[in-house]
């Protein structure tokens, strides 16, 4: 599922109501833990991209689909969700760490306490910065996820 959005900072709440629909179609309650820290995500996310590059960008969210034996508040044990900001901006995210009365600048630090693993990698002549919530990725797949930067985890 993927949604195109606009270099405008008003577009970061049209991500977190796309989000929000996207759990619902899935059967997902939206006061689950699951369901609020993907919309913390990809707000923080989507406001990075929109507010850093100054350039659109693409969400990308991939989770399991409900199913028979798939819990509903929840990705099963052995899924991923994963959420992706794809934008034109080739400079690569950088965590900061905000003064205690700072207004911004915890967005990344965010992402990292709230997924097991996120990172980066140059896409076309952009990038794309993706995170995800589950059971760590083996061998290949991990490579696959994240070609050319670095993989964070917790």
């Known amino acids: ?11 970061v709440g049209r991500a977190r109501r796309w989000v929000r ?12 833990p699951l369901a609020e820290t993907l919309v913390l995500v990809v707000s923080e996310l989507v406001t990075n991209a929109v507010v850093h590059t100054g350039c659109p960008a693409v969400l990308r969210l991939s989770m399991p689909m409900c199913c028979p034996g798939v819990d509903p508040e929840g990705p099963s044990a052995d899924v991923s969700v994963r959420v992706e900001v794809a934008d034109a901006s080739r400079t ?3 965590p ?20 097991d693993r996120w990172g980066w990698y140059p896409d076309g002549s952009g990038k794309r910065v993706w995170c995800e919530i589950g059971p760590a990725p083996t ?16």
């Open 21 to 32: 629909s996207r759990l619902q179609g899935q059967g997902v309650e939206l006061d689950a």
């Open 139 to 154: 061998g290949d797949r991990q490579a696959e996820q994240a070609p050319a930067a670095g993989v964070y985890a917790r």
């Open 92 to 94: 690569a995210p950088a």
């Open 96 to 115: 900061r760490h905000a003064a205690g009365d700072a207004t911004n600048g915890r967005g990344l630090e965010l992402v990292e306490m709230l997924c």
């Open 1 to 11: 599922m993927q949604l195109a959005v606009q270099a405008d900072p008003a577009e």
